[in-house]
């Protein structure tokens, strides 16, 4: 069942706030990642594939062949478990659709904090 036009504006609002809040968990919830079943499926090929030259070079008393299989297995397993590539635009969606990214402030991470903290405060009318 689609959403009322209501519902789509106070979701849309909702993402709007989410994105001013906190840029990088907004952009982290957008960005769809890599995990797709092609991913996986290269994934469960390479496990399969360095298993069998493992077992293979177990069998055929060839060190190399085992190495071999485990280091594809293990990049295999290194790959499906990498953090996705961010790609398009990052950054906080204005209030009229555009994207503009997040300025980067060089400090502690208490000073971070603190001025977040600030921030939300005021924004709430202390």
């Avoid at 979701?11 to 990642?33: I, K, N």
């Avoid at 399969?48 to 071999?68: E, F, K, M």
């Amino acid at each position: 069942m689609p959403l009322s036009e209501y519902e789509q504006r106070v979701l849309e609002q909702m993402e709007r706030q989410l994105a001013s809040d906190d840029p990088r968990l907004a952009s982290t919830m957008q960005s769809g990642g890599r995990s797709s079943a092609t991913q996986w499926s290269i994934v469960a090929v390479g496990v399969i594939v360095g298993l069998l030259a493992l077992v293979g070079g177990a069998a055929l008393s060839q060190v190399w062949l085992g190495v071999v299989g485990f280091l594809v297995m293990f990049a295999a397993v290194a790959y499906g478990f990498a953090p996705p590539r961010r790609r398009g635009p990052q950054g906080v969606v204005t209030s009229d659709g555009s994207v503009r990214r997040p300025s980067r402030k060089r400090g502690s991470f208490m000073t971070r904090l603190e001025e977040r903290w600030e921030r939300r405060r005021d924004e709430r009318g202390r």
